[in-house]
Every structure is written in C-alpha cells, then in structure tokens.
C-alpha cells in the first residue's frame, strides 16, 4: 500500500526513513498528498499552520464533517508505516466509501499533520498542538532544529510563508469527529491474534533536556584532578533515568545526545542529552522526573509534556464494534502519542484504529504491516466513517 511513497527519504544503505519536516522529503510528501487530494476532486487547504486537509463536501463550523488522516514526517532513521499508512488509508478508505455508493451525510475529511515526530524542531505533534492552541506559536517559530535553524528559516527556504497561527478555532470547528489510523507500535494485536484495534488511552508522556555543563580543555594536558568532564554526570543520568524507570515502573529513554563542541582529543564543554520519559501512571513519570532532576548537576527543562489521554468511551466503544466487525476490536493502551491525542486533549472528539504490526517495533526500519492487515485496516476504518457519516 506504500508503494508511491516507498523511495521518499529512504536510506538506501539502512532502508529507514529520514523525512524531517520541512526537509525535501516532506516537501515531496506533502506534493504526493495534494496530488491524491487533486485526484479525487477533494478540495485542498493548508491551514495557517502548515496541516494539509482534503475535503469531500464543504465543511463549516455550521457543518463539521468527519476526518480521518495522520502524518507523512518521520523519526530519523524510522519506518515506513508510522504516520504514512494513516494518510494512506485515509484516501483508500474514502474510495471505499464511493465505490460502495455512499453519500455521506456530512463532509469528509483527511489530514496531513505537519511535524508530527518533533524529529527537527524536538517538540512532537507541532501541527496539531499549533491549531489547538496547545503550543504558543512565537515558541513554535523560535524553535531551532541542530543546525541552529529556526522553524520560520527553515519553513522560509521551503518557500512557505514561515507562519504558525496557533489556535485556529474556524479549521477545529469543522472537525466533528477525528479517527487516526496507526500501524500498532507494540505486539498487543499479535497476541490477541486480531488485524485491527482500537485505542483506549495514550500514557502520559514528555521530553526534557538536560544541559551538563563543563569545562573544554585538551584530552592530553589536563591531570584527572583539574578536570570539569560534563560526560561524567551525563553518563550517571542515564544509568539512574534506567534504574529509576525500573522503580518507578515507567519507562525513560535517553535517545539523543549532542557533545559540543564534539572533538575526540578535547573534554567537552557541554553534553545536551534528551529524556523521553512516559508510563500509565503520570505521577511515577513526574517522579522519575524529579529525582533525575535533583541528583543531575544539569540545567533541565521540560521541552514537551501530553497528560494522560482517555479516549471519549462512547465513541472508542463504537468504533470498537464497528471496526471489529463479527467481534468487537481489541481496545489498547499505547504509550506512543498521536494527533489523535493532542484533538482529543483540545475536546475534539478523537478515535484510534491501529493495525498489526507483526514484529511490533517502531520508530526503526524494522516496523511493519502485513498487506492483508493493511487492508483490514482501511476496510475498518471505511466501516467507521460510513457510521460516523449517516
Ligand atoms: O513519540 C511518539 O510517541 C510518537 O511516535 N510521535
Ligand atoms: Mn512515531
Ligand atoms: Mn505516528
Ligand atoms: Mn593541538
């Protein structure tokens, strides 16, 4: 099903994805996407804040519609599936939905959330988090990725106009309902043997930044007692951010590291390592997050946090019958975020279909879906929108 899309941004030598947002990958997504949009005489926008939308029927806050869609960026080195077989099967459910005939009663939208992965700019969902107002959009702006570009540069030498409006109360109006289709980041569908679930709740999760400062002096020269090492204290972080998840029953990832100024013959004058840290229960992650905090000699901020989010019951419950077909689907927990999560954070009635993903690894060219499974899913998810459009 990925195909079209299959050689943007790939690496060759790795075979996972560099899509960063704003890069010429995204741009040739973003084309791919206005091209579908054209395609199916779907009438094309992109908003204020850089999310693209494709729309069957004319919708209004008067006349919300139903919108399916996902993301098109990528973790650096990532897979394939992790936001493009959303927006893949957003518009293969809806020539579904033609194809059986239906007019639906409301318009019909899909989406295309910009920077979903905060690979670049480091806070995730931006596209989403900027158009519920969630992410004040001069930080959004100011934000700058590791070449020390901002998002306005950048946005500016893609030949956009380098905006972020923020909350964009006329674009949430017209969404009713939102279902994000997402291969599943974990093995839960594999063990309950089924090619389709349905999202209950996303842990509470967040990033922070830790910035252990030293002092740069020659690797051959300086005696161990004159030494101001930063590595010293980052390396102690990531052992205790290991051990404290294990206590606290959560889970912390140290993934990004950047030494500066980065020589091999020369003690660094600072190390900026990243915390990613979630779990169900929000105050074991605030937690782990404090005690980190207090034992790290390092300045520390808080980059991105998203609360706990429980899908509307009704609604999860509904799709659950509806995508399950004989059975009702699976109903999962993830500790992954979502755009489905920001909406529903923001009060936009919000729904996730996931799709099996038989090795059950993400963010890593190793993530994959079974093109049967696939095809559940859009057929799922074609059977969620005809009931949401009656
Ligand atoms: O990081 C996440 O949970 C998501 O994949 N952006
Ligand atoms: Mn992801
Ligand atoms: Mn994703
Ligand atoms: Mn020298």
Redo the contacts with the bound molecule.
């Keep these: 099903m990925l195909e079209p899309l299959a050689h943007v941004g790939r690496d060759p030598a790795t075979g996972g994805y560099v899509r960063d947002a704003w890069s010429s990958a995204d741009l040739e997504l973003r084309e791919w996407f206005a091209g579908e949009a054209r395609r199916r005489g779907l009438a094309l926008r992109e908003d204020r804040n850089g999310n693209l939308w494709g729309w069957w029927g004319d919708p209004s806050p008067r006349r919300p519609g139903v919108v399916t869609g996902s993301h098109l960026d990528s ?1 650096r080195q990532g897979g394939a599936y ?1 936001g493009p077989l959303g927006v893949v099967s957003a518009f293969a459910a809806l020539d579904l939905l033609r194809a059986r005939g239906l007019t639906p009663a409301v318009p019909v939208g899909v989406a295309c959330f910009t920077d ?3 690979a670049r700019f480091g806070v ?2 931006m596209g989403s988090r900027l158009l519920t107002g969630l992410l004040d959009p001069e930080r959004a702006l100011s934000l700058k990725d590791d070449d020390g570009d901002t998002l306005a540069d950048v946005m500016t030498r893609a030949g956009r106009e380098p905006h972020a409006a923020g909350r964009d109360d006329e674009t949430l109006a017209m969404i009713g309902t939102f279902v994000e289709l997402h291969v599943e ?1 974990g093995r839960a569908l594999v063990t309950e043997g089924r090619p389709v679930g349905v999202a209950g709740a996303i842990w509470p ?1 967040g990033r922070w930044r830790f910035d252990f400062r030293g002092r740069a002096d020659h690797a051959g020269t300086t005696r161990l007692a004159d030494r101001d090492d930063p590595m010293l204290p980052f390396a102690r972080m990531v052992l205790a951010a290991r051990e404290l998840a294990a206590r606290h029953g959560v889970v912390a990832t140290v993934g990004k590291v950047r030494v500066s100024p980065g020589n091999a013959n020369a003690i660094p004058g600072l190390v900026s390592a990243w915390l ?1 840290a979630r779990g169900a229960d929000e105050r074991a992650v605030r937690a782990l997050v404090a005690d980190l905090t207090a034992e790290a000699a390092a300045d520390v901020r808080e980059e991105s946090w998203t609360p706990v989010v429980d899908f509307d019951a009704a609604l999860r419950d509904r799709l659950a019958r509806t995508a399950g077909g004989d059975t009702p689907a699976p109903i999962l927990a993830t ?4 755009d489905a999560g920001i909406l529903a954070t923001a009060g936009v009635p919000s729904a996730m279909v996931f799709v099996r993903n038989p090795t059950g690894v ?2 890593s060219p190793d993530e994959y879906a079974e093109q049967a499974d696939c095809e559940a899913g859009v057929e799922a998810l074609a059977n969620v929108l005809e009931d949401l459009c009656r």
Excluded: Y
């Design positions: 973790v992790d979903e992965e905060g995730p969902c980041q999760h990613d500790g992954a975020g979502h993400s963010h």
